[in-house]
Antibody, heavy 120, light 107 residues
Framework: EVQLVQSGAEVKKPGESLIISCQAS????????IGWVRQMPGKGLEWMGI????????RYSPSFQGHITISTDKSITTSYLQWSRLQTSDTAMYYC?????????????WGQGTLVTVSS | DIQMTQSPSSLSASVGDTVTITCRAS??????LVWYQQKPEKAPKALIYSASSLQSGVPSRFSGSGSGTHFTLTISSLQPEDFATYYC?????????FGQGTKLAIK
């Protein structure tokens, strides 16, 4: 059974750093891209970026490029979403999701979400 | 970036009704479009991919059509569990942008 299990909720202050995680199981981790999606409170879904665990190839949305880092650790089948300096506008639910394939580039399995709250 | 525009933003319907949601892309995305359903406090779930292919386990009352820049999601014979928010997403080119969502409420 494919599962993506995300780390727990975080409360941080502006300017702090943060790493949240997404541990995958039930499939060959290195063969499927993992993406991250933001959902701000009461708002829609935003595609942030995606990483291929096999070779760490990474693509970012221009809206998020330079503000986040997406990475993976194949040894523990985990992907990470990282901020070096959080802003209050980073308050949101963050989802990781597995991309189905090279042509079918939609997300077929999702994590449960990690709520990040940034407040002074 | 490709802009995805859904209409309507919200609609209300009754159990048993048939509803259609439209998604328009700002440029040709061929058939590289997926529809997701999201319920409150839950992760999205893929319903239809490649514009018209039913994702495994999804009831056949969900159907999709379209190509190029105009796509539709139709839900026939609405069930109580179908009241949720629906999003389209293009996966033709990066970034894989989402529509703004359509909230389907019970009338």
């Amino acid at each position: 059974e494919v599962q993506l299990v995300q780390s727990g909720a975080e409360v941080k202050k502006p300017g702090e750093s943060l790493i949240i995680s997404c541990q995958a199981s039930g499939y060959n981790f290195t063969n499927y891209w993992i993406g991250w999606v933001r959902q701000m409170p009461g708002k829609g879904l935003e595609w942030m970026g995606i990483v291929y665990p096999g070779d760490s190839d990474t693509r970012y949305s221009p809206s998020f490029q330079g503000h986040i880092t997406i990475s993976t650790d194949k040894s523990i089948t985990t992907s990470y979403l990282q901020w070096s300096r959080l802003q209050t506008s980073d308050t949101a639910m963050y989802y990781c999701a597995r991309r189905r394939g090279e042509l079918l580039r939609f997300f077929d399995f999702w994590g449960q979400g990690t709520l990040v709250t940034v407040s002074s | 970036d490709i802009q995805m525009t859904q209409s309507p933003s919200s609609l209300s319907a009754s159990v048993g009704d048939t509803v259609t949601i439209t998604c328009r892309a700002s440029q040709d995305i061929r058939r590289w479009l997926v529809w997701y359903q999201q319920k409150p406090e839950k992760a999205p779930k893929a319903l239809i991919y490649s514009a018209s292919s039913l994702q495994s386990g999804v009831p056949s009352r969900f159907s999709g059509s379209g190509s190029g820049t105009h796509f539709t999601l139709t839900i026939s014979s609405l069930q109580p569990e179908d009241f949720a928010t629906y999003y389209c997403q293009q996966y033709d080119s990066y970034p894989h942008t989402f529509g703004q969502g359509t909230k389907l409420a019970i009338k």
